[in-house]
């Protein structure tokens, strides 16, 4: 059982490329949502999702799409990566339909992004 | 915004010792949760404590929450340097504070 896959670990990328950060989840969880970490800034939503074909705005959506076509995967789209969106970028499942109602979260381990 | 917000933001104590980590929440809710992050790694669950209870254990934490005042707080007693973290408060919409750091020297 590997809980919530992030993919890749590291990325280095220059400013104005486009790239995708992988999430996967092999627990039937119906809510995964992406958060950046940023220091002293605690964890922020991006966007989240209750259900497949189902996705949702968070607190800093802008810079960055989703889509859920499975249950399994949440990939977080940055359209034009710009210095601001260097960060730790972490996934999170939850079996509830509604955000994380009695059993809590499930984190993947991050991806350390780097935008110059 | 943050719902979670942690005090004190980093605190350091000898191994043996017992650590307490307080979180305020701004909104009325169903349960709060406690995550501990080791240095480079993702967030773990570590208890839950729904908005009807006012008191949990598991092994050597306890959780208590005052829901009167929005607030909850995390002990961990008898700490060891394994314990060295960063402690974070979440509500069930998922809304993190800014995590309280914890080391715990040898």
């Known amino acids: 059982n590997a809980g919530v896959t992030q993919t890749p670990k590291f990325q280095v990328l220059k400013t104005g490329q486009s790239m995708t950060l992988q999430c996967a989840q092999d627990m039937n969880h119906e809510y995964m949502s992406w958060y950046r970490q940023d220091p002293g800034m605690g964890l922020r939503l991006i966007h989240y999702s209750v259900g497949a074909g189902i996705t949702d705005q968070g607190e800093v959506p802008n810079g960055y799409n989703v889509s859920r076509s499975t249950t399994e995967d949440f990939p977080l789209r940055l359209l034009s990566a710009a210095p601001s969106q260097t960060s730790v970028y972490f996934c999170?499942?939850?079996?509830?339909?509604?955000?994380?109602?009695?059993?809590?979260?499930?984190f993947g381990s991050g991806t350390r992004l780097t935008v110059v | 915004s943050q719902q979670g917000e942690e005090d004190p933001q980093a605190l350091s104590i000898q191994e043996g010792e017992n650590a307490t980590m307080n979180c305020s929440y701004k909104?009325?809710?169903?349960?709060l949760q406690w995550y501990r992050q080791n240095s480079g790694r993702g967030l773990v669950h570590l208890i839950l404590i729904r908005s009807n209870e006012r008191e949990k254990h598991s092994g050597r934490l306890r959780v208590t929450l005052d829901t009167s005042k929005k607030s909850s707080s995390l002990l961990i007693t008898a700490s060891r340097a394994a314990d060295t973290a960063s402690y974070f408060c979440a509500t069930e919409e998922g809304e993190f504070g800014q995590g309280t750091r914890l080391t715990i020297n040898p």
């Open positions: 909104t009325s809710i169903n349960n």
């Open positions: 999170a499942s939850s079996y509830s339909k509604t955000r994380g109602v009695n059993y809590g979260y499930t």
